[in-house]
């Protein structure tokens, strides 16, 4: 996005202006702090500036993108990040209602939304600790960049660091809500068919791609929305640095 810049002595005479007409008749400190709010409106974002106010959006937003779905049913109810059924075990499927049991996929998909949902939370320290270790370069780059530019950072930067951290929480999600023992039983029926083909498959990196791909997602839309809508600067650096007079 470009930056629309003003001219500092330009926004002085506006002021100037503003004090001078009738409109404004004493100068008591509440009009003082109006004039002192326009020309900092105006004035050009420092770099401590740019870089405060992008920090703070991508904390705001990722904060927000975890809440989003690390919560029960934040990915299953969800049609836009709902984790389907691998469709290598689509034999297993077809397979399993022929013979009545096609309710065990159902738990199975349920499961691994289920996994998927506990397991996000964990993610915030990493995305605090991105954030924190940000150089000025990289903040430039997401601030002057498209609406996602932050998203695709991070997906280049921490997706291996994700998996790393996410796996032993999918691991151990994927016990508790009973997802390795319906996986099991699923492909033990599965196998007791005959003249069906073996089928090897790591559902866990399923379950964990996944989950990361649903969480950038959302960070995607906060990131827009931080960009483009006033209601979502909650904060009054995140309004001093997108706001209408700072961006273009």
Known sequence: MNRQRYDLSTAKALVFVIFSSGLLISCNSDLLKQGEDMLNQYRPLTEDEITAGLKEALKVGTE???DQ????GGYYQDRAIHIPLPAKLQPVQDALVKIGQGHYLAELEQGMNRAAEVAAPKARALFVDAIRQMSWQDVKQIYD?????ATRY????MTPELKRTMRPVIDDSLAQVGVVQTYDRV???YRAIPFTPELNFDLNDYVIQHGIDGMFYYLAKEEAAIRQDPAKRTTEILQRVFGPADRG
């Open 69 to 72: 779905v690390g919560h029960q």
């Open 187 to 189: 492909m033990d029926r």
């Open 145 to 149: 960049g498209p609406e996602d530019a």
């Open 154 to 157: 991070f997906q280049k930067t």
């Open 64 to 66: 927000r993108a975890v």
